[in-house]
């Protein structure tokens, strides 16, 4: 299946002036796949090193000097390395962290040769504080689970994903076909994003069988806590794992997790799985001004774990609750935030690591919570996401009147609409927020028929 990043990377082959780029991103989300395809499709050759696979190659790095390397490997593997011909794939590269820094010489000495380098748990590397990234001669793309847009179009529906990059306002999607687009959301949301199950269920539409796929993966995450931490912190590691798909979008309580754990040994292991890239932190912003981030409360935080088809099966969710109820009330809703987040995460620049934030306030007299804060160029855009077609906004209201924000968005199985500052975005059209917001802003829109 084709993944939206590719075209990123065929890009990055073409350029005269490019960097040594690192794929970063959780086990089994498809980096390997990705690279292994650009090497067939684009270049004459491709050699591949996996460090975790062939750990006596690691020897070829003891050097920082380009040409001894290339040297060396071509000797051991008695294959030929032609820059501008051969694509170089150092696979789990975490396990050979000289061959991280031998990136930047790459760049300086040989920038003809494309390297890309990738593995699973190389966030653990790279934030170690004895590791000096070589900054400004390497670039980082990060890869998530399929979008659902991916998700259209792997299914066979690129006509249809086509003709949503081509809505707007003036022309809205027609009833049946939002309609079949709520189906397909719903599928997804049973499936998730993981390659391997949509593979599968692509091939045989066998949710019995995406759904022990999905087991495997979560037990997969399980056997690798061992690579990445000490055995003292298992346990932690094994109760935050077991707890975070249920403690998804809601403000995060240490004692929710284990009563009886140390916050601080919490905390680690929340450190560990973020850098697993298993779970993302969405951070309280005061929301005043821009860049977001540089406004957070670090200790006032929600989480989302790697993939809504993940939460779904670790929470044991039946598939006749996704297949016959709101979607936005399954799970108190959570399981809607979770899919939300996920897009937004799926669509932010594959070029920087994606940041989520939330809006809340807790006075005893008029408390408020905006489910997600975005930016869209330097605009200041809340989000709330809302069950059924109708539902009060009151939150979201507050916000935009606190901020003075003209423009705020509800997420929901409402078609398109725009009245009263209030874009009324349906969960398919996640993707094209950007481009509707902008268009707003540019017409000035102040009402359209509902």
């Given at each position: ?229 000490p055995l003292t912190d298992h346990q932690y590691l094994q109760r935050l794992f077991e707890k975070a798909p249920g403690l998804i979008a809601k403000h995060f309580q ?74 936005l009330l399954v799970n108190r809703g959570a399981l809607a935030e979770q899919f939300v987040g996920q897009e937004l995460l799926a669509y932010s620049s594959c070029y ?99």
């Amino acid at each position: 299946m084709n993944r939206d990043i590719e075209q990123q990377l065929v890009s990055w082959k073409q350029r005269d002036n490019r960097l040594p780029v690192l794929l970063r991103g959780a086990r089994q989300v498809g980096k390997t796949y990705i690279i292994e395809k650009l090497g067939r499709e684009h270049f004459k050759q491709m050699l591949t090193i996996n460090f975790e696979a062939q750990p006596e190659l690691r020897v070829c790095f003891e050097t920082l000097e380009p040409q001894t390397i290339l040297t060396t490997i071509e000797l051991l593997t008695q294959q030929t390395i032609k820059p501008g011909e051969t694509l170089l794939f150092l696979d789990e590269i975490q396990e050979c962290p000289s061959a991280i820094l031998a990136l930047r010489y790459f760049k300086e000495k040989m920038p003809a040769l494309h390297v890309i380098g990738a593995g699973s748990l190389l966030e653990f590397t790279l934030n170690d504080k004895n590791f000096r990234m070589p900054v400004g001669r390497v670039q980082s793309l990060y890869l998530k689970p399929l979008s659902f847009i991916e998700y259209l179009s792997a299914a066979g529906y690129q006509q249809l994903r086509d003709y949503l990059s081509a809505i707007t306002l003036q022309t809205p999607v027609n009833t049946a076909i939002h309609q079949h687009l709520l189906k397909l959301v719903r599928e997804y949301m049973i499936l998730g994003g993981m390659p391997a199950v949509i593979q599968e269920y692509l091939q045989n539409k066998n949710l019995n069988e995406c759904q022990q796929i999905q087991s495997a993966l979560l037990n997969s995450y399980r056997y690798d806590f061992g690579k990445y931490a000490p055995l003292t912190d298992h346990q932690y590691l094994q109760r935050l794992f077991e707890k975070a798909p249920g403690l998804i979008a809601k403000h995060f309580q240490y004692v929710k997790v284990d009563p009886d754990m140390r916050s601080r040994d919490i905390k680690t292991a929340l450190q560990m799985l973020r850098h697993a890239n298993l779970i993302y932190l969405v951070y309280s912003t005061a929301s005043t001004g821009i860049p977001l981030i540089s406004l957070i409360n670090e200790k006032k935080f929600k989480l989302l774990f790697l993939d809504v088809g993940l939460v779904q099966r670790a929470d044991k969710l039946a598939t006749e609750l996704l297949l016959e109820n709101d979607l936005l009330l399954v799970n108190r809703g959570a399981l809607a935030e979770q899919f939300v987040g996920q897009e937004l995460l799926a669509y932010s620049s594959c070029y920087e690591e994606a940041n989520l934030y939330f809006w809340s306030r807790e006075k005893k007299s008029s408390l408020a919570e905006v489910d997600y804060v975005t930016t869209v160029d330097s605009k200041i855009i809340p989000i709330e996401v809302k069950a059924g077609t109708t539902g009060q906004l009151k939150s979201l209201k507050i916000f935009m009147a606190e901020k003075n924000i003209p423009l705020g968005i509800r997420i929901s199985q409402a078609p398109l609409n725009y009245n009263d500052g209030i874009l009324s975005l349906p969960l398919y059209l996640i993707h094209q927020l950007p481009r509707l917001v902008n268009d707003i802003c540019k017409q000035k829109i102040k009402k359209l028929p509902s």
